[in-house]
């Protein structure tokens, strides 16, 4: 579910992000998680076949600051990138109050001063990234489980022939 005052020409969103940051890895696969309606792509810059060329812009400047590639073609950076992801899995919200006046500057100046030291912020945050990490994946691991439960529950429930597909009843799903 998309953030109401998502504007759909934003999507999809193409992000450019570091993949040897572990910060920065941890965050992209938060937003992979969320991305139920596939309105982001992901894009490792630090990849060797990784051309920035198409976009105009240099891998310097790709790694001073996350960018992003609207449809049409145009070029977000910085804390912009993370208003839209965050608004397009739903959670817009959380980032919207970095976009009034007061604390823009402020997000904006924090945000450049982590991505220029990104990697002394991630050995110095490794095991909280860890522990953020495990959490992460437990939570995701007990929704699957969940999940499997539920069909089979509903599955069991079903009296068809063998063959013949269960009509869904509402009861059965949440």
């Known amino acids: 579910m998309t953030n109401n005052n998502a504007n759909p020409s934003d999507y999809p969103l193409t992000l450019y992000y570091d993949g040897l940051c572990p910060v920065c890895n941890l965050e992209m696969d938060n937003l992979k998680a969320r991305n139920h309606q596939n309105l982001l792509r992901f894009v490792d810059i630090s990849v060797p076949f990784f051309d920035p060329t198409p976009l105009g812009v240099s891998l310097q400047s790709l790694n001073e600051l996350i960018h992003a590639k609207r449809p049409d073609g145009a070029l977000v950076v910085g804390v912009e990138v993370f208003r839209l992801a965050y608004s397009a899995v739903g959670l817009g919200r959380w980032f919207a109050p970095t976009a009034l006046p007061v604390l ?33 994946s437990a939570r995701r691991a007990a929704l699957w489980e969940r999940a499997a439960r539920q069909a089979t529950q509903a599955a069991s429930q079903c009296h068809t022939a063998p063959g013949e597909a269960c009509p869904v009843r509402p009861e059965t799903h949440s």
């Open 104 to 136: 823009k500057p402020l997000a904006d100046a924090a945000y450049a001063l982590f991505a220029r030291n990104r990697y002394g912020f991630s050995r110095a945050s490794m095991p909280v990234l860890e522990w953020l990490r495990r959490v992460r």
